[in-house]
Nanobody, 126 residues
């Protein structure tokens, strides 16, 4: 059982950037598809980005494509989400998740993921 802990969130002005981190412990993430999701107030949790086992494939929601970048460092047991050109509509709690199934970056459903962190708040002001 792996534990996931997100960090790096905060308050930023529109157009700014943050680097979110997801540190795993209790097991390796080498054979886990990793993803980021977010949940805004009053809304359902939604897909943001995923990355395959070795990092060779990534997949993004249309709303963040070209602005966000997911990456992983398996040696450090850590996954990252670089968020650039932030907009007020990006305001949400961002969650790291792990999928112990196939190495598929195209998986986008909340129910496909087995492990979740507690989330880190990103607030974008205008």
């Amino acid at each position: 059982q792996v534990q996931l802990v997100e960090s790096g969130g905060g308050l930023v002005q529109a157009g700014g950037s943050l680097r979110l981190s997801c540190a795993a412990s209790g097991g390796t993430i080498r054979y886990l598809t990793m993803g980021w999701f977010r949940q805004a107030l009053g809304k359902e949790r939604e897909f943001v980005a995923t990355i395959s086992w070795g990092g060779g494939s990534t997949y993004y929601a249309d709303s963040v494509k070209g602005r966000f970048t997911i990456s992983r460092d398996n040696a450090k047991n850590t996954v990252y989400l670089q968020v650039n050109s932030l907009r007020p509509e990006d305001t949400a709690v961002y969650y790291c998740a792990a999928d112990g199934g196939v190495s598929a970056a195209t998986r986008t459903r909340v129910g496909d993921f087995d492990y979740w962190g507690q989330g880190t708040q990103v607030t974008v002001s205008s």
